[in-house]
């Protein structure tokens, strides 16, 4: 009796925590001799709002280019991997064995790793000897086909919407991939199709909006439908404000008021209630970098996503697109990071306090970065005293500060990369003297370093003048 009162916990557990299935594992191996001795992380995304990364697990090759990993998967999840210039992607199910074939290794110089607007190649993970129904196998030879006839009929369906040979096209897709028994492959399919629909009249069309999302319930793992609700739903704040039957919907923004706006959806958008919270979640994500709307209004919705209406999962990812607006933002605390001088002095922030802390993200091996560590040196002079310099370089240097640049060097094992999305060298921060960001980013020593600290202390020399001349107050 104990027993089946335990199982029926955990079943109501799963239940309520919106898991839709009990995972298992997925076991990956295969031989990429160019890769030997090279780590690569395979991921996939909390939401497709965010794009918040969750790690799987970490491919690692041997000296002879084999691995093997195993991990744990509760449903069908796009994975993907990003190295040498690649976004490698594969749909991984639960139970399943897939023995991987990684695309040929390529080279890439330090300029290229360092261009913050290279964009990757995006390929797919070949699979050796696959069975003929495999997920990732039907949605390739399936994209094959939708890619030829995208391009065969592009203007016509693109740039003259010919609602007619839309629908011929998606009858001849129809016609070579019949319906099967993977609900995945046919929602995938389902979506796809959508796409073609969606340029005829980008989503206004009568019941289009019915056909794919309102009465549908939302594909979270699936690509082609994030795709298509990212097209419909961008900016959807911005589309409804500029209708002029929708004062209100301004009113509801302005004055924070997220009930209003989930009820609006749901009773007058006719938007079921998994729907209207993932469409919230989007817009308030591009409305906070809107004009048009208050980011403290933004904001207080986001603190506003809580139970019982919204689920763990929903509020979960508010919490974490409501944390990559405000990363890095003025006013915020600098994320902690651990800093060791070049004489093994652990550095810290708490280390200067009611001083003006200047974070600055350098290579001395690189000749720009070298230019800017010289203007550093004038900067520096200007304001000794009122300015600490911690300069962070790239802690396999070996540098020695031989040319006697200004301020602190130090090296650190956290991801300073990721954590202060540092793309290219260099990039600064400064710190107030409340230990909070300043400016994020400051500008470098060449453009504009000297002028930015020169307003600032003015400033504060104008505040301490109002402070002495100000009469007490009783």
């Given at each position: 009796m104990k027993k089946r009162?335990?199982?029926?916990l955990?079943?109501l ?6 898991q ?8 990956i ?10 780590s ?5 995304y909390?939401?497709?709002i965010s794009?918040d990364?969750?790690k799987l697990?970490?491919i690692?090759f041997n000296s002879s280019g ?14 993907f ?9 594969i749909y991984?199910e639960?139970g399943k064995?897939?023995?991987?074939i ?5 080279i ?9 607007f290279?964009k990757?190649?995006f390929?797919?993970f070949g699979?050796?000897?696959p069975e003929?129904d495999?997920l990732n196998v039907r949605i390739?030879k399936f ?11 592009f203007d ?8 007619s040979?839309?629908?011929t096209?998606?009858q001849?897709?129809d ?7 993977s609900i ?13 629909e969606?340029?005829l009249?980008q989503?206004?069309?009568a019941g289009?909006?019915e056909?794919y999302f ?6 979270y793992n699936l690509?082609?439908y ?5 097209q ?5 704040f911005?589309?409804?404000?500029n209708?002029?039957k929708?004062q209100?919907i301004?009113?509801f923004?302005d ?6 706006l ?5 009773k007058e958008l006719?938007?079921?209630k ?9 817009s ?15 904001l207080?919705?986001?603190g506003q996503?809580k139970?019982?209406?919204w689920?763990r999962?929903?509020?979960e990812?508010?919490q974490i ?7 890095l933002?003025r ?6 990071i651990n800093l060791?001088?070049?004489s093994?002095k652990?550095?810290?922030?708490s280390?200067y306090?009611?001083?003006y802390i200047?974070l600055?993200?350098t290579?001395?091996?690189n ?7 010289d203007?550093?040196k ?7 005293g009122?300015?600490?310099i ?5 802690e396999?240097?070996g540098f020695k500060?031989?040319?006697?640049w200004?301020?602190?060097f130090a090296?650190?094992?956290?991801n300073y990369k990721?954590?202060?999305k540092?793309?290219?060298y260099?990039?600064?921060?400064l710190?107030?003297?409340d230990g909070k960001l ?9 453009d504009?370093?000297?002028?930015q ?10 505040r301490e003048q ?6 007490a107050?009783k």
């Amino acid at each position: 009796m104990k027993k089946r009162i335990s199982l029926l916990l955990i079943t109501l557990l799963f239940a309520f925590s919106g898991q839709k299935s009990w995972s298992a594992q997925v076991k990956i191996s295969g031989k990429a001799l160019d890769y030997a001795n090279q780590s690569i992380d395979l991921n996939i995304y909390h939401d497709f709002i965010s794009e918040d990364e969750i790690k799987l697990g970490t491919i690692k090759f041997n000296s002879s280019g084999e691995f093997n990993l195993t991990i744990e998967l509760a449903e069908t999840n796009l994975a993907f991997a990003d190295f040498d210039g690649y976004h490698g992607m594969i749909y991984l199910e639960p139970g399943k064995y897939y023995k991987i074939i990684f695309p040929p290794k390529r080279i890439q110089t330090d300029a290229q790793k360092r261009n913050p607007f290279a964009k990757p190649e995006f390929v797919w993970f070949g699979i050796s000897n696959p069975e003929k129904d495999e997920l990732n196998v039907r949605i390739g030879k399936f994209e094959e086909a939708y890619s030829i006839y995208e391009n065969k009929y592009f203007d016509q369906i693109f740039a003259n919407r010919n609602a007619s040979l839309v629908d011929t096209v998606k009858q001849k897709l129809d016609q070579e991939f019949p319906k099967t028994s993977s609900i995945f492959f046919e929602a995938h399919k389902t979506f796809r199709k959508a796409d073609l629909e969606f340029a005829l009249h980008q989503g206004k069309g009568a019941g289009f909006m019915e056909a794919y999302f309102s009465k549908t319930k939302p594909e979270y793992n699936l690509a082609a439908y994030s795709n298509l609700f990212n097209q419909v739903f961008m900016n959807y704040f911005n589309n409804l404000v500029n209708n002029p039957k929708s004062q209100k919907i301004r009113n509801f923004i302005d004055s924070s008021n997220l009930v209003k706006l989930d009820d609006y959806f749901q009773k007058e958008l006719h938007f079921n209630k998994e729907l209207s919270h993932l469409v919230l979640l989007k817009s308030l994500k591009d409305g906070y970098y809107n004009k048009e709307f208050s980011k403290a209004s933004i904001l207080k919705m986001f603190g506003q996503i809580k139970s019982p209406e919204w689920s763990r999962y929903e509020q979960e990812t508010a919490q974490i697109i409501r944390k990559s607006l405000t990363w890095l933002t003025r006013g915020t605390n600098p994320p902690a990071i651990n800093l060791t001088s070049l004489s093994g002095k652990k550095v810290n922030f708490s280390d200067y306090p009611n001083t003006y802390i200047y974070l600055h993200f350098t290579d001395p091996k690189n000749s720009i970065c070298r230019q800017h560590l010289d203007v550093l040196k004038t900067v520096a002079s200007h304001y000794t005293g009122k300015l600490v310099i911690i300069n962070i370089i790239p802690e396999s240097s070996g540098f020695k500060n031989e040319s006697e640049w200004p301020g602190i060097f130090a090296t650190t094992n956290s991801n300073y990369k990721e954590i202060y999305k540092v793309k290219t060298y260099p990039i600064s921060f400064l710190i107030g003297k409340d230990g909070k960001l300043l400016l994020s980013p400051a500008p470098n020593p060449i453009d504009g370093l000297d002028r930015q600290m020169g307003q600032i202390l003015k400033s504060d020399y104008f505040r301490e003048q109002q402070k002495k001349n100000s009469p007490a107050v009783k």
